[in-house]
C-alpha cells in the first residue's frame, strides 16, 4: 500500500514558485467559485462581469475602488510589517471601529467649527483612537506574555459594542427621530474629494507616500531589519541583542495609527457621521491582501484593487443579479483558502511511497 509523502523542495525552486503562487491561487479560487456559482443556479459568466468589468464602466465606481483600495492597502502595509517579524495582529477591524469612534467625538466637539484645520483634527483623532486599541494588546503580549491573536481578535467584538453603546447613547443624534446614528459632521470636518463630481477622497494622497515609507521601512531602517531577523531567526534575534518587545509595540502601534486614519477617513468622507455599521470587514479582508500581496507594498496594492472590485462587484451583484450578501465573502474565503494550498505546495512536494 502507497501513501501520500510530503517532501520539502529545495530552496531554488521554493524562490521560483513563490512567484507566481498568488496568481496561480487567484485563478484556483476563481475556479472553484465558478463551481460554487453554477451549483448555486447562477451564470459564472455574467457574475464575473458583474465583478470584474462593470467597475470599470463608470467613473463613480472606479472612484470607489480607489478609495476601498487605499482603505485596505494602509491597513494591510502596516499588518505586513508585523507580520515579517511573526506578530499576528488580527485586530485590525478593532483598530478601525476605535478610530472612528474616537475621530467622531473629535468632530462632534468640533460641529460649530469652521477652520479647515478641524478636519486635520478628526483624522488625528482617529489615528490616536486606532493607537490606543492596538496598545492593549501590544501590552499583553510584550510584557505578559499573552498570545495577541486572541487578544487582538476579542478586541474587535468590545470595539463592535463600544460602537453600538455610542450610537445608542452619547453620540446619538438628539434630532435624529431616535435613529442610532451621530449628527451629521461639520463641512470643515469632512474629508474633501478630490472631484466635485465623484467621491475620490484626498486621503489616496496618503498612498503614494506610505507605500515609500514602508518600502524603506521593511529594506532600508535598523528597526525594520530588528524585525525581519526577529521573524526569520528569533535565536540569532536574542544572540544579537535585539529586543523581542519593541518590534510587537511598533507593529501594534503602526498598525493602530494606520487602521485608526482610516476609519476616521471612512465616517469623516463616506458616510460624514457615525453609525452603527461603518465597516464591511476591512481589518479582517486586510490581512488577505498582505498575504496575497506576499508582504510586499506594490504587491499589497494590487491585492487591495482585487479586493476592492470584489467588494464593488458584490453590491452591485445583489442589485443586478440578485446574489447573497455573503457573496463577496465565499470569494474572499477562496482567495484565502487557495493562497494557502498554492503556499503549501511552494514548500512542499507531494509523493506516493510505499510503507
Known sequence: MKALHFIPRPPEQKAGAQKWAALAAVFLALGLGALVLKAAGASPPAVYKVFFVDPFSSAYTLAEIANKTVTLSLIALALAAGFRANIWNIGAEGQFTAGAIAASFVAVWLLEESGRWAVFAVLAGGVCGGMAWAAAPAFLRAKVGVNEILTSLMLVYVSLLLLSYVVHGPLKDPEGFNFPQSPLFGESSLVPSLLEEYPLYATILVLPPALLASHYFVSRSWAGFQMRVIGLAPRAG????????????????????????????????????????????????????????????????????????????????????????????????????SLLAADFLVHYQIRRRGD
Do not use: K
Open 238 to 337: 536574542d544572540y544579537a541583542g535585539f529586543s523581542r518587545a519593541r518590534p510587537v509595540w511598533i507593529s501594534f502601534l503602526l498598525t493602530g495609527a494606520f487602521a485608526g486614519f482610516v476609519g476616521a477617513a471612512e465616517v469623516a468622507g463616506t458616510a460624514g457621521q457615525l453609525t452603527p455599521v461603518i465597516s464591511p470587514g476591512y481589518g479582517f479582508t486586510a490581512i488577505i491582501v498582505a498575504f496575497l500581496g506576499r508582504l510586499h507594498p506594490l504587491g499589497i496594492v494590487a491585492a487591495g484593487m482585487l479586493m476592492a472590485m470584489i467588494q464593488i462587484g458584490g453590491e452591485n451583484g445583489q442589485i443586478d443579479l440578485a446574489l447573497p450578501v455573503s457573496v463577496s465573502g465565499v470569494f474572499q474565503g477562496l482567495i484565502l483558502f
